[in-house]
Every structure is written in C-alpha cells, then in structure tokens.
Nanobody, 114 residues
C-alpha cells in the first residue's frame, strides 16, 4: 500500500523559511520521481517542484531560486526547502508520485503572513 505523508507546514512571516518533508512507503522510492504540488481555495492544484530518481530537478518559475527540492533515498523522504517565502506561497502543499497511477498525500498547510 502506497502512502505519502507530508509534514513541516505552518505559519511563517514573509521572508521566512520552512522545510517540508514527505515520507513515502510502499514504493520503490529510489527509482521513483517525486513531486510537490500546491493548492489554494478556488484554484487548481499547481505543480511546484519535481526531482527524478537521478536527482534532476524542475521548478515552477515563480519559486525558482527560492525553493529547493531534494531527496534522501535511505529515508525514503523528499524535501522541499522554501526560503524567502511570500504571502502568495500560502497553500496546502501535496506530495505526489506517478507510478501505474498517481498517488497523493493528504497535504500540509503553509501560511505566509505579510
């Protein structure tokens, strides 16, 4: 059974930092690409960052230079380091992987106050 469990969200002031974690189980983590998405009320879920099994990364343009995705295969965990946070980064952040089907975590709320 595939499980993705996010943690690390919270309330932070603009300009601050947070590190999100996503612990995976039930998958061959080391060969899986992992993704972070986010969603605000009334909007579609949007792609934020991705990391392949080889460590290649890709980012939403608006977070480039501020967010860093990384992975620890031994811990089966993917991280999202978020620096210089802005109020517009406020959202529920979801961990995602695409195998034979897509899997999602339940999300962790990030709130950035101005």
């Amino acid at each position: 059974q595939v499980q993705l469990v996010e943690s690390g969200g919270g309330l932070v002031q603009a300009g601050g930092s947070l590190r999100l974690s996503c612990a995976a189980s039930g998958i061959f983590f080391s060969i899986s690409s992992m993704n972070w998405y986010r969603q605000t009320p009334g909007k579609q879920r949007e792609f934020v960052a991705a990391i392949t099994s080889s460590g290649s990364t890709n980012y939403l343009d608006s977070v480039k230079g501020r967010f860093t995705i990384s992975r620890d295969n031994a811990k089966k965990t993917v991280y999202l380091q978020m620096n210089s946070l802005k109020p517009e980064d406020t959202a529920v952040y979801y961990c995602n992987t695409k195998l034979a089907r897509e899997y999602w975590g339940k999300g962790t709320l990030v709130t950035v106050s101005s």
